[in-house]
T-cell receptor
Framework: DAGVIQSPRHEVTEMGQEVTLRCKPI?????LFWYRQTMMRGLELLIY????????DSGMPEDRFSAKMPNASFSTLKIQPSEPRDSAVYFC?????????????FGSGTRLTVV | AQKVTQAQTEISVVEKEDVTLDCVYE???????LFWYKQPPSGELVFLIR??????QNEISGRYSWNFQKSTSSFNFTITASQVVDSAVYFC?????????????FGTGTRLTVIP
């Protein structure tokens, strides 16, 4: 089991550029979650999918953020245009059940720096 | 309101000492789940334990043990005979089943440093 795979591990981009973060969940997991970790706000849920369908995107900070899950094995989180305050570590996680009760398996994260 | 409080921001202990990380939670649900995750310096989040609200039995796994007390809304984590490899940030988290939400509410974490 390769676990949850995120790419890239590190991303440095200039303000105003588009950034795309990628995630491959564990095979067979039907729920996928995007989290953001910052010093100020800690770990916060941005959006989650169940069976490839976005269920709750209330955590997405603003319209510059969008997420897609075209199939069960791939998801993207896009920021367009990026701003310095978007600098954070973005985690993807997946689980077997829709409810978080079973716990998530997290990817290694993508450290985004917007300069 | 903060659903999960980890009052200890940083803790330092000398190797082989025991250390307890505190976690206090807040929920109105009768069914909920509590978790501990470890974030080592490499950055990934590692699942340690899940406990449901109906099971107050304490759990031991090797050098790790967890004390769940509903009366005080606490779910504390003890590492016995700490080792340098235990140095990490530890997060306590809560999931509320009743709301149907799929959110893990994380505490702000406790950074543990084990000094050799």
């Amino acid at each position: 089991d390769a676990g949850v795979i995120q790419s890239p591990r590190h991303e440095v981009t200039e303000m105003g550029q588009e950034v795309t973060l990628r995630c491959k969940p564990i095979s067979g997991h039907n729920s996928l979650f995007w989290y953001r970790q910052t010093m100020m706000r800690g770990l916060e849920l941005l959006i989650y999918f169940n069976n490839n369908v976005p269920i709750d995107d209330s955590g997405m900070p603003e319209d510059r953020f969008s997420a897609k899950m075209p199939n069960a094995s791939f998801s993207t989180l896009k920021i367009q245009p990026s701003e310095p305050r978007d600098s954070a570590v973005y985690f993807c996680a997946s689980s077997l059940a829709e409810m978080a009760n079973y716990g998530y398996t997290f990817g290694s994260g993508t450290r985004l720096t917007v300069v | 309101a903060q659903k999960v409080t980890q009052a200890q921001t940083e803790i330092s202990v000398v190797e082989k000492e025991d250390v307890t990380l505190d976690c206090v939670y807040e929920t109105r649900d009768t069914t909920y789940y509590l978790f501990w995750y470890k974030q080592p310096p490499s950055g990934e989040l590692v699942f340690l334990i899940r406990r449901n609200s109906f099971d107050e039995q304490n759990e031991i796994s090797g050098r790790y043990s967890w004390n769940f007390q509903k009366s005080t809304s606490s779910f504390n984590f003890t590492i016995t005979a700490s080792q340098v490899v235990d140095s990490a940030v530890y997060f306590c988290a809560l999931s509320e089943a009743g709301t149907g939400a799929n959110n893990l509410f994380f505490g702000t974490g406790t950074r543990l440093t084990v000094i050799p």
